[in-house]
Structure formats: C-alpha cells, structure tokens
C-alpha cells in the first residue's frame, strides 16, 4: 500500500471492513470486560465535567460523530441526555442499537458519513471521539469541524480528541507509530481477542501512517482471525487548535488523558480538546 493509492475510496473501505470485522466481537469483549467499562467510565465523567465546565447552558441534546458500538450514547443515556448517534459502519450502528435496547435507554442511531451531518443549531454537545484522526483526508476533517459547528446551537461545545504522535511513551498508538509493533491480549469470560498491530507504510510529509491489524479471536463460537489495515493521520495539537479555529470556534481548552486538570508531568497520549461555539 503506498501514499499514492491513499484515495478517499481505499480509506473508507478499510475503515468499513476494519470495524464491520470487529463489531460483533469487539462489542462481546466489551461487555464483558471490566477495563473496558472503566475507560468508558472515564470518559464518561470527563464529557459531563465538559459540559458542566464549557458549555454556556445545560446540555440537554448530544450528537455522537462516529459513535461506534454505542458505548458513550448509550452511557449518556443513562445520565440523562438525549442523544443521537452515528456511524459510518452500519454493522457498528446495529451493535449499537442492540446496545440501547440491551441496557432499556432510548438513543437515535443512524447510519452516515461525518463528512455528511446535515444539522443545524439542534445540538448542546457534539462529541467526535477517536475519529479525526482516521478521516480519508484533512479536507475531510475541516469539513466535519464545519459541519459539527453548524450542528451545534449557541453556548454549545465540540469535544473531540486525538492520539499525540510526538507522545512516546507507553500505549499502541505510540508502539505503532514509534516501535512499528504493539501485541495486546484482552480477555474476558468466554472471550480472548490478541491483537498484533505493525506499521505497514509511513509517509513523512503529510504525517500518514498504515497500521496492519491481525486480530486472533477465541470466542464462544470458535476461532477466527481477521486481518484489516487502517489509515492514521498524524495530528499534533497545533494541526487541531488551527482547524478548530479555521471553522470558527474561539474558546478552545486542551486536556490530557481524560484528566479534568492539568498534568502534574506535561505528557499526553492522548489529547481531548473542548471547543465552544459563540
Ligand atoms: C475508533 S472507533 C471510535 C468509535 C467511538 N467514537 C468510540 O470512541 O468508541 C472509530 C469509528 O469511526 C467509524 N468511522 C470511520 N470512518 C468514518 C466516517 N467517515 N464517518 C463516520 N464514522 C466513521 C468507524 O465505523 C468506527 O466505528
């Protein structure tokens, strides 16, 4: 796979095959995990401080870009708000769906593309988690910032957040990016995913990497191995602060790690970024 069969078709059919491959899985491990539901705990928590912190009013309407399995609108849900979900995957939309009905909460989930969100001031929050970074191309992440913008009513805020690729220190983002390799095994009752990641191609000057992804899956019904490959766009704080800035928002705060204050040691894996609209 090189740079120059990047095209926005070949992106999009990897990402589709990539998370269809892993949504019935993924979403099993996930239930039954116990790490699992504390990362999305934590997430959880920081949305709600966010909100509470950031946005000029209560947060009521939430839209989830690139919702997955569910796991923040179903949560979400749970706590309260009223939330929209969507997918590009619509394998990953019907696992969340199942979700909802699973855990007796009512979200709306659709299938689309985040390059394609046609709201209009109806939203307090949009979240856009772990999915900037995988968009085919930068023109598409401005114009989901757009249209993320357009989506939000007055007072209302954006959260989004990427990896930080110049963070090298533990985690497989950085193990990808840094060492071209990371294995992780998880497991659960009835349930064994291990997942060995390797940097398939790296691209220098646009910042793109192709990681090659071998999931070996022991689950109830037998064996299975899948093999995907995923585009990641290596985005810094300073790409996000100008693209956020470039759709229009002014108030913009940087937090680390799912962390409500700042690092007592200035590094991040991750970097979550908290916009609001005027
Ligand atoms: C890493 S997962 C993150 C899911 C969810 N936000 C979470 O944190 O659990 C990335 C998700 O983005 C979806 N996706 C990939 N490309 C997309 C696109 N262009 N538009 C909308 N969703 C997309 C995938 O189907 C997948 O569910």
């Known amino acids: 796979m090189g740079y120059l069969e990047d095209t926005r078709e070949t992106v999009l059919k990897a990402s589709r095959v990539y998370y269809a491959h892993l949504a019935y899985y993924g979403d099993l491990l996930a239930q ?22 950031h946005a000029t009013h209560r947060v009521r309407d939430v839209l989830d870009v690139a919702c997955g399995n569910g796991r923040h609108v179903v949560g979400l849900a749970h706590r309260g708000y009223q939330c929209t979900g969507q997918d590009y995957t619509p394998e990953r939309v019907q696992i969340a769906k199942v979700r ?16 394609r969100l046609e709201y209009q001031n109806e939203f307090d929050a949009v979240i856009a988690l772990y999915i900037l970074f995988l968009l085919p191309d930068d023109d598409d992440v401005v114009k989901s910032l757009r ?28 193990d990808v990016i840094h060492k071209g390799l990371n294995v992780e095994e998880s497991h659960a009752r009835g349930i064994r995913i291990t997942t060995i990641c390797r940097l398939q191609d790296f691209e220098p000057i646009h910042g793109v990497a192709w990681d090659q992804e071998t999931s070996i899956i022991e ?10 490959r995923e585009r990641l766009r290596l985005f810094t704080y300073w790409d996000i602060l100008h693209y956020l800035q470039v ?29 609001r609209k005027d």
Not at 149 to 173: D, E, H, M, Q, T
Not at 248 to 275: H, M, N, Q, R
């Open 32 to 53: 039954r995990e116990r790490r699992a539901a504390e990362t999305t705990k934590r997430e959880l928590d920081f949305l709600e401080f966010a909100f509470r912190a």
């Open 100 to 115: 909802a009905k699973r855990e007796g909460v009512s979200v709306k989930l659709l299938q689309g593309d985040a390059t």
């Open 147 to 174: 249209q993320i913008y357009r989506a939000l009513r007055s007072g209302g805020i954006l959260v989004c957040n990427i990896y930080n690729p110049l963070y090298a220190g533990k985690g497989w983002f950085s």
């Open 219 to 228: 689950a109830p019904d037998g064996m299975h191995i899948f093999r995907d």
């Open 247 to 275: 759709v229009g928002f002014k108030e913009i705060k940087c937090y680390s790690d799912w962390k409500t204050k700042p690092p007592k040691k200035p590094k991040a894996e991750t970097l979550i970024f908290v916009s």
